[in-house]
């Protein structure tokens, strides 16, 4: 192995970018942003995870993108223009084999703006979803969000979206700046977590939203183009100290398999002057 307990993942570093995408998310836009505390508009969470995918996947590779798990937490915002500085570390392999890996990611001013780790097992995850384990919900799309309107469990609307390579190109070359020659073969970890904020953003009628957290666990590669389903349900919802958060459990799905699960904490309501 060539790699150990202490060694380092390969730096990366990246200037931050406000992702245009089919579902307008406003906290991006610099007005409204300011009015919520924010100096300008902010990159989302789930953009920063992509970045801080990048030392992991050089590191351990297609084996990690097809059975790897992840997790990240968004703890400072990321703004336009930002050179995000990816760093991290081999923390210990365990008896079976398992990698244990810790990375974040920091701005121009060395504040950390987001915290993570990541697994590599020897052994398939198992059990694997299938689409009868998240049922599809049958309610309105762009419905009202509250949380006396979540309900933990309640399925979702499933979402479809296609995955070509020229979607890819544009998403990879220049969303998020990944020009890793992984991807010239493989679906990237970033588009699959951003189908979170897509079904979200399909099912609720909401103005922004602020990216918490997510946790990720990949099953197989996709690379072939073809359509992709997102499916999921609400894990939970909860209020802290003004913020209205909801906890998402989704799965996405190609026609074949399930690519991966992912379990999305998100503010819907924003505290004013949450900045």
């Known amino acids: 192995m060539p790699f150990g307990a202490g060694s380092l993942l390969p730096e990366h570093r990246v200037r931050a970018t406000i992702e245009p995408a089919d579902f ?24 920063v995870y992509a970045y801080m995918s990048r030392p992991v996947a050089e590191l351990l590779g297609r084996e990690w993108l097809e059975r790897g798990s ?10 336009e223009g930002e050179e995000i500085r990816l760093t991290g ?13 810790d990375y974040q ?12 780790s990541a697994q590599l097992s020897p052994s398939v995850p198992y059990p694997e ?32 979206s296609e995955f070509t390579w020229n979607v890819h190109w544009q998403y990879c070359r220049k969303s998020i700046r990944d020009l890793h020659p992984l991807y010239e073969k493989i679906l990237h970890p970033g588009w699959i977590v951003s189908r979170a904020s897509q079904i979200l953003a399909t099912n609720y ?28 349900r609400i ?3 909860f209020e802290h100290n003004g913020d209205h958060f909801a906890e998402l459990d989704v799965a996405v799905f190609s026609p074949t398999c399930c690519l991966a699960t992912i379990r999305y904490t998100v503010i819907f309501r924003i505290a004013p002057n949450a900045a």
């Open 129 to 160: 979803p299938s689409p009868d384990d998240y049922p599809a919900g049958r309610a309105k799309l762009h419905r009202p969000i509250s949380l006396e309107s979540l309900h933990a469990g309640e399925s979702l609307v499933p979402v479809s």
């Open 70 to 79: 992840a997790e990240a937490r968004f703890i400072r915002p990321v703004y």
């Open 89 to 101: 570390a081999v923390t210990s392999i365990e008896k079976d084999g398992t990698l244990l890996l």
């Open 205 to 232: 009628a909401i103005q922004a939203w602020i990216d918490v957290s997510c946790r990720v666990q990949h099953f197989h590669l996709q690379e072939e183009e073809c359509s992709i389903q997102t499916r999921g």
């Open 24 to 47: 307008s998310n406003n906290i991006q836009d610099d007005e409204y942003a300011r009015r919520h505390g924010f100096r300008a508009g902010v990159v989302s969470g789930l953009s």
């Open 105 to 116: 990611a920091a701005n121009n001013q060395g504040a950390t703006c987001g915290i993570g």
């Open 235 to 237: 894990q939970d919802k």
